[in-house]
């Protein structure tokens, strides 16, 4: 009997670590990042991301001449790819007055207060990526959306890629 108990909780010990133990595959079944190049295959459907960041179903989303800025999941470093397009948000900053609304976003994973601050540490990311551009601090302000803006609903990888975004727009 006391043979039996041991093996029993010895076997739902191992079912138990196990199942932590793995890691946790992308949306699209791997077990690597979805970054973007010019072009990621994703499930299937291929997310294109050019230089303006035009194409492949990611588009922009901001607002006033801005480029939204694309992050991998659960990640909220600006790729090389990527940061071309927080330079390009620097320099129409530098011809624009006023405040800059920086808009962190995330896709429909996780809890709403893991998405909320995700959103701020993209946003921040950013912030702090036009800084070193020369946009002065006091002229951007940062925000968290979360999960509660989603651009695109649909229940797949390329949509769920257009979520995890930081929108910039000028501050009404």
């Known amino acids: 009997m006391i043979k039996q108990t041991v093996w029993t909780a010895i076997t739902l010990t191992a079912f138990f670590f196990s199942g932590c133990g793995q890691t946790a595959p992308t949306l699209d079944g791997t077990k690597g990042k979805n970054n973007f190049t010019d072009a990621t295959e994703i499930s299937g459907d291929t997310v294109t991301v050019n230089e303006s960041g035009e194409g492949g179903g990611l588009g922009n989303s901001s607002a006033d001449g801005f480029r939204s800025v694309y992050f991998d999941f659960g990640d909220y470093s600006i790729s090389g790819t990527m940061q071309s397009k927080v330079s390009a948000d620097a320099a129409r900053a530098a011809q624009t ?3 800059i609304k920086i808009e962190g976003n995330c896709d429909e994973f996780g809890t709403d207060e893991y998405n909320y601050a995700l959103g701020l540490k993209r946003a921040k990311a950013v912030k702090d990526a036009m800084a070193a551009e020369g946009v002065q601090n006091g ?7 979360g999960e509660s803006n989603p651009v695109c609903s649909s229940p797949t990888d390329s949509c769920y890629a257009r979520n995890r975004r930081v929108d910039l727009r000028l501050a009404r």
Not at 139 to 145: D, E, G, K
């Open 139 to 145: 002229r951007m302000v940062i925000i968290s959306y």
């Open 97 to 99: 007055s006023g405040k």
